[in-house]
């Protein structure tokens, strides 16, 4: 077994273990079909269904865990007059992208998108209800339903800070038929970043594996199109996650 099938068994495992967790039957489909817009809305549906209480859904860990990764970034990006603009990619119901535009003390402008209306849906009830106070007075939320192989549709190029990916590319890596849009999604992400911008991705594949990924699929024409980094997040419940920060180069 190669080290990239050997990793994407492993997370299979962990994601099946994460549902079973949280009482879905959608083990063997969830695994097979990550990329798909049906799978995620069944999985939202029935992660909620059966509480009166919504409680969000983190894939690997949660804001706390990654803070330190996110937040001196977005210090060093301001914009004396415009919001940072912030994008949670694929953001499910995670806490992730309310909580940047809770802490940051620059003002921002958070988006997280998700290609499942139901996600979207029950984050918007959450937040309407919650009414989530941000640090700074001029920041503002907003969720969307979003193809993220489709950045384009939502944003010009080069108008976006900072792009978090917390287990959104792993998800479509994993999939039956998700690894051409996984190329997709990450050459979007560098036509919208600016070129002061940065895309993390968080995930719990091996370095020697997403290193090479990513160095591949940034290629334009046989030309490196960004810089590549990583760095170790922690182990938690025995698995270790990585931060990989992807950056745009200015001269392709």
């Known amino acids: ?31 097979e079909n990550m990329d798909k817009k049906a799978t995620w809305d069944r999985f939202y549906t029935e992660s909620s269904s059966g509480s009166a209480t919504f409680k969000n859904f983190e894939w690997f860990f949660g804001f706390d865990a990654v803070r330190d990764f996110i937040m001196p970034l977005l210090q060093t990006k301001s914009h004396p007059d415009s919001l940072l603009r912030v994008l949670d990619m694929g953001c499910g119901t995670s806490a992730l992208g309310p909580c940047i535009y809770r802490h940051s003390p620059l003002p921002v402008r958070v988006t997280c998108a998700d290609i499942s209306p139901v996600a979207v849906r029950l984050m918007q009830e959450h937040v309407r209800a919650k009414a989530i106070q941000p640090h700074n007075p001029s920041s503002q939320l907003e969720f969307a339903e979003l193809d993220c192989t489709q950045l384009h549709k939502h944003y010009s190029p080069t108008s976006v800070d900072l792009i978090v990916d917390k287990g959104t590319t792993d998800a479509l890596l994993r999939s039956k038929e998700g690894k051409g849009k996984a190329g997709l999604v990450l050459k979007q992400c560098l036509k919208v970043l600016r070129s002061s911008g940065s895309l993390l991705q968080f995930s719990d594949e091996d370095p020697d594996v997403r290193l090479l990924w990513l160095e591949t699929e940034a290629q334009e024409q046989g030309v490196m199109a960004a810089d590549v980094g990583v760095q170790e997040v922690g182990e938690l419940r025995g698995v270790c996650y990585y931060c990989y920060q992807v950056t745009p180069r200015t001269d392709v």
């Open 1 to 31: 077994m190669s080290p990239f099938s050997k990793s994407l068994t492993l997370s299979g495992r962990r994601i099946v273990a994460a549902c079973v967790r949280h009482r879905s039957s959608l083990t063997t489909e969830l695994i």
